[in-house]
T-cell receptor, first 112, second 113 residues
């Protein structure tokens, strides 16, 4: 299994600012995944982050809004840029360990 | 495209009842199916993983079954407890793209003392 930590656990941000979320894994993994969970909804995949290459974004998500860094095999960041109230969600990072998927505790973002 | 549906969306039962949560998927070419639990405002905790070659998995009071041909999985919770109250999500991993997990919308369970 993998142990994943995220920082911050929650934040309240002003419209127009940006928030960077950090994800740290206790083991080296090839791929890390970033998800968004809007209030009352299920998870939507934002992008897949490979070490040493550009992240792969899902339909509806763009790099300018959600830039991702993956500097090594245990760490990734997701930035949510130019915040609006519609960005208020829980953001989760995850890794796939063999067949199983593991999740971090999530970052709850509220945009005022 | 794989579509994952969970029924019911919400369920309220008295403590001690046995209950079944349902998950259905449209494309039977799955690699895995995984059940998760999510407490309010928290991340996801993995409960059970069923590989495509398996028909069921058990962990304590939980039993998950998989029927690929009919595109269905069930999560059976025996002797429910108030601590089981949470949202339960199923996720499917397909053989065409191991990196993509398709999530259902979840079943919100409330177990009343």
């Amino acid at each position: 299994s993998a142990v994943i930590s995220q920082k911050p656990s929650r934040d309240i941000c002003q419209r127009g600012t940006s928030l960077t979320i950090q994800c740290q894994v206790d083991s080296q993994v090839t791929m890390m995944f970033w998800y968004r969970q809007q209030p009352g909804q299920s998870l939507t995949l934002i992008a897949t982050a490979n070490q040493g290459s550009e992240a792969t974004y899902e339909s509806g998500f763009v790099i300018d809004k959600f830039p991702i860094s993956r500097p090594n095999l245990t760490f990734s960041t997701l930035t949510v840029s130019n915040l609006s109230p519609e960005d208020s969600s829980i953001y989760l990072c995850s890794v796939a360990g063999g067949r199983e998927q593991f999740f971090g505790p999530g970052t709850r973002l509220t945009v005022l | 495209k794989q579509e994952v549906t969970q029924i019911p969306a919400a369920l309220s039962v008295p403590e001690g009842e046995n209950l079944v949560l349902n998950c259905s998927f449209t494309d039977s070419a799955i690699y895995n199916l995984q059940w998760f639990r999510q407490d309010p405002g928290k991340g996801l905790t993995s409960l059970l993983l069923i590989q495509s070659s398996q028909r069921e998995q058990t962990s304590g009071r939980l039993n998950a079954s998989l029927d690929k041909s009919s595109g269905r999985s069930t999560l059976y919770i025996a002797a429910s407890q108030p601590g089981d109250s949470a949202t339960y999500l199923c996720a499917v991993q397909i053989v065409y793209n191991f990196n993509k997990f398709y999530f259902g919308s979840g079943t919100k369970l409330n177990v009343k003392p």
